[in-house]
Nanobody, 126 residues
Framework: QWQLVESGGGLVQSGGSLRLSCAVSGFTLGSYYVGWFRQTPGKGREGVAC????????RTPDSVKGRFIVSRDNSAKMAWLQMNDLTPEDTGTYYC???????????????????WGQGTSVTVSS
């Protein structure tokens, strides 16, 4: 039985930081790339970071570039999303997701991912 469990969300003031965690079970994590997504009402699910199975390839969109940092530890079966300099526009529910990695790369499109966690809520106050 596989499971992805996000944690670390909460309420933070604008300019603050949060570190989200994704605990993975039921997978050999190094065989999967990890994506982080956020969902807000009316905006759909936006990819905010991804990291390849070996951790050597990462992507972030311009909206979070320089503020969000993705990392992973395959032996610990964990992935993290460090979020800095948060703004109210970063408010949403954040999800981690997995996709089989056959090319040591990752993608930010949600349709590419097969396995999802239940999400953790982030609220940034102004």
């Amino acid at each position: 039985q596989w499971q992805l469990v996000e944690s670390g969300g909460g309420l933070v003031q604008s300019g603050g930081s949060l570190r989200l965690s994704c605990a993975v079970s039921g997978f050999t994590l190094g065989s999967y790339y990890v994506g982080w997504f956020r969902q807000t009402p009316g905006k759909g699910r936006e990819g905010v970071a991804c990291i390849s199975g070996n951790g050597e390839y990462m992507r972030t969109p311009d909206s979070v570039k320089g503020r969000f940092i993705v990392s992973r530890d395959n032996s610990a079966k964990m992935a993290w999303l460090q979020m800095n300099d948060l703004t109210p526009e970063d408010t949403g529910t954040y999800y981690c997701a997995l996709r089989w990695d056959s090319q040591n790369m990752c993608r930010l499109e949600s349709r590419e991912y097969d396995h999802w966690g239940q999400g953790t809520s982030v609220t940034v106050s102004s």
